[in-house]
């Protein structure tokens, strides 16, 4: 049995590493100034982010249709046996629905759909787990049993230097906002059952930062460092990491439009594993 692997763009993969793998990235949209865009891949999103910091204005984001997954996966059956799609966590879009309706207008076609209730890094350390699987021979549904124990034990951790992209997304209000900048006040975000919450709020970044890594499980085995134009943080907060936790394996990545938005530039996060 040969099984194809797909995902959403929400996994910030590697161009070549997915062209590599032969997996398929189904993107996520968003509507920015008036124009219609199809979220890329890990390296292209800083133009992104310095026009919204540069504006007012505020995009809005949406899933896959499912026709998107629908064709993906028609394709996908051409030279495959069997499909895997992992995808962004149900509690933060809509995209897992898109695809379980791409499915059932396949009808007995093989398809298997995980929802990771994970994002970013955590979904892309899932997709890595599911290609080594299918290059081991197991089936799709061998590698969705494995995938959702495994989701139960990775971790989301992010803070971001200024709350005001949050009150433009919805997440606060303008005065909460306005108040907690001018009080120097940094979230502490966590990834709990599928959903990003608000565990904490810290006077200043050092403060915010130290508190993520104090949070990080010491029987972690994989750390993904995420930033938003912010890669002289990230690599320091990498060397804290490294020397913390030296049988840990640490890598920098970044955030796209569709996770980020709502963050905004110099976000700081850990996706663990």
């Not at 540069?54 to 995009?59: A, H, R, V």
């Not at 209000?173 to 709990?192: C, D, E, F, W």
């Not at 460092?225 to 804290?240: F, Q, R, T, Y």
């Amino acid at each position: 049995m040969t099984v194809k692997i797909i995902t959403d763009s929400t996994s910030y993969l590697d161009k070549e590493y997915a062209k590599k793998e032969n997996i398929t990235v189904v993107p996520l949209n968003y509507i920015f100034d008036g124009i219609d865009y199809q979220e890329g891949f890990k390296g292209e999103f800083d133009e992104f982010f310095h026009k919204l910091e540069s504006t007012k204005l505020f995009p809005t984001t949406s899933q896959p249709a499912a026709g998107d997954f629908y064709q993906a996966f028609v394709e996908g059956l051409k030279d495959h046996d069997e499909i895997i799609a992992i995808v962004l966590s149900s509690k933060i879009s809509g995209t897992f629905t898109s695809a379980q309706m791409a499915k059932d207008m396949l009808e007995d076609k093989k398809v298997t759909i995980v929802d990771s209730l994970n994002a970013a890094s955590t979904l892309k350390f899932l997709v890595e787990d599911a290609v080594a699987m299918a290059k081991e021979g197991k089936t799709g549904e061998e590698i969705a049993e494995v995938l959702n124990e495994k989701k139960k034990h990775l971790d989301v951790l992010i803070t971001t230097d200024t709350l005001e992209y949050l009150s433009r997304g919805g997440r606060l209000s303008s005065v909460q906002s306005s108040i907690g900048n001018l009080l120097n006040i940094k979230p502490i975000i966590r990834l709990i059952d599928g959903e990003l919450k608000l565990i904490e709020k810290v006077r200043g970044k050092n403060k915010a930062i130290g508190k993520i890594v104090d949070l990080v499980n010491p029987n972690a085995t994989r750390i993904a460092v995420c930033h938003i134009l912010n890669i002289e943080e990230a690599e320091k907060m990498k060397e804290k990491l490294q020397e913390k936790f030296p049988n840990t394996t640490v890598t920098i990545e970044d955030l796209g439009p569709v996770v980020g938005s709502h963050l905004g530039p110099k976000t700081l996060g850990l996706c663990i594993y």
